[in-house]
């Protein structure tokens, strides 16, 4: 299952749907990475609203996003972790360590929005 | 004879469908919206290890009805290479493999109890369980 990425402004969306393999992780890593330098994105979301479980191989690649990204000159916020997840993760010992987080997308947006005119972001 | 689910588990794709078969048997229990996603939660982790480590297992869901208080367990077996030192993979932060070493004691303080059994050679069988409160 493919995650639809969308380009707004600077910005790269990428609003997952369902539930996600190990492999559709993988792969959303990968397409952000090459979609950065593609689109020249300065910034990415990553909303994981429909996401009802972030295990540790979820988090490590959400973080891994984030980092790789980065690298690529864009700054990543992960957008809409549930509350029940917000909480297993907390039980399970899961971080997202200085990954940025916003409680949706409109927040998401707020936050690269701000950051970008700061001159701290990308 | 209590309602059983088993999933069979080869690919991260039964990952996936492990925690969601689970998730779906223990709201028949009548968990909580947040204890089902510990639910689901551990399971995911306990069937990675399956396709991490040994390739192929299974995972088997089982309601549970005991005196009244309704529970899930939760079996996760595999004919792999077994675990020769299980206290020190119990330990968070031990990991042989690509993980973070956080699945099994993630697991253990997920859940209301927490087995493990192992021999070299032979597989390994983790068995989980939680009440519903």
Same mark, same amino acid.
């Given at each position: 299952?493919?995650?639809?990425?969308?380009?707004?402004?600077?910005?790269?969306?990428?609003?997952?749907?369902?539930?996600?393999?190990?492999?559709?992780?993988v792969?959303?890593?990968?397409?952000?990475?090459?979609?950065?330098?593609r689109?020249r994105?300065?910034?990415?979301?990553?909303?994981? !609203? /429909? $996401? %009802?479980?972030?295990?540790?191989?979820a988090?490590?690649? #959400? @973080?891994?996003?984030?980092?790789?990204?980065k690298?690529?000159?864009?700054?990543?916020?992960?957008?809409?972790?549930?509350?029940?997840?917000?909480?297993?993760m907390?039980?399970?010992?899961?971080?997202?360590?200085?990954v940025? !987080? /916003? $409680? %949706?997308?409109?927040?998401?947006?707020?936050?690269?929005? #701000? @950051?970008?005119?700061?001159?701290?972001?990308? | 004879?209590?309602?059983?689910?088993?999933?069979r588990?080869?690919?991260s794709?039964?990952?996936?469908?492990?925690?969601?078969?689970?998730?779906?048997?223990?709201?028949?229990?009548?968990?909580?919206?947040?204890?089902?996603?510990?639910?689901?939660?551990?399971i995911?982790?306990?069937?990675?290890?399956?396709?991490e480590?040994?390739?192929?297992?299974?995972?088997?869901?089982?309601?549970?009805?005991?005196?009244?208080?309704?529970?899930?367990?939760?079996?996760?077996?595999?004919?792999?290479p077994?675990?020769?030192?299980?206290?020190?993979?119990?330990r968070?932060?031990?990991?042989?493999?690509?993980?973070?070493?956080?699945?099994?004691?993630?697991s253990?303080?997920?859940?209301?109890?927490?087995?493990?059994?192992?021999?070299?050679?032979?597989?390994?069988?983790?068995t989980?369980?939680?009440?519903?409160?």
């Amino acid at each position: 299952m493919a995650v639809p990425i969308l380009k707004q402004s600077h910005f790269l969306i990428a609003s997952i749907q369902s539930a996600l393999s190990d492999q559709d992780l993988v792969q959303l890593r990968d397409d952000l990475a090459d979609l950065v330098g593609r689109h020249r994105a300065r910034g990415v979301i990553v909303d994981v !609203t /429909a $996401l %009802d479980v972030l295990d540790s191989f979820a988090t490590r690649t #959400l @973080r891994a996003i984030a980092y790789t990204t980065k690298l690529r000159g864009a700054e990543t916020v992960i957008v809409g972790i549930q509350p029940e997840v917000a909480m297993s993760m907390v039980q399970l010992g899961l971080t997202l360590e200085n990954v940025p !987080t /916003a $409680l %949706d997308l409109e927040e998401g947006l707020l936050f690269l929005k #701000l @950051r970008l005119e700061d001159g701290h972001g990308a | 004879m209590e309602p059983e689910v088993r999933v069979r588990i080869q690919s991260s794709t039964d990952i996936v469908i492990a925690r969601q078969q689970g998730r779906a048997l223990a709201a028949q229990a009548g968990f909580s919206n947040s204890n089902l996603t510990i639910i689901a939660t551990a399971i995911s982790e306990v069937a990675r290890n399956i396709v991490e480590y040994a390739k192929e297992g299974e995972v088997v869901l089982t309601l549970l009805n005991n005196a009244g208080s309704a529970g899930i367990k939760i079996v996760a077996l595999d004919h792999g290479p077994g675990i020769a030192d299980i206290a020190t993979v119990m330990r968070d932060g031990y990991s042989t493999g690509k993980g973070l070493g956080i699945g099994l004691p993630g697991s253990r303080r997920l859940m209301d109890e927490f087995e493990i059994a192992s021999e070299v050679g032979k597989g390994t069988t983790v068995t989980m369980k939680k009440w519903a409160v």
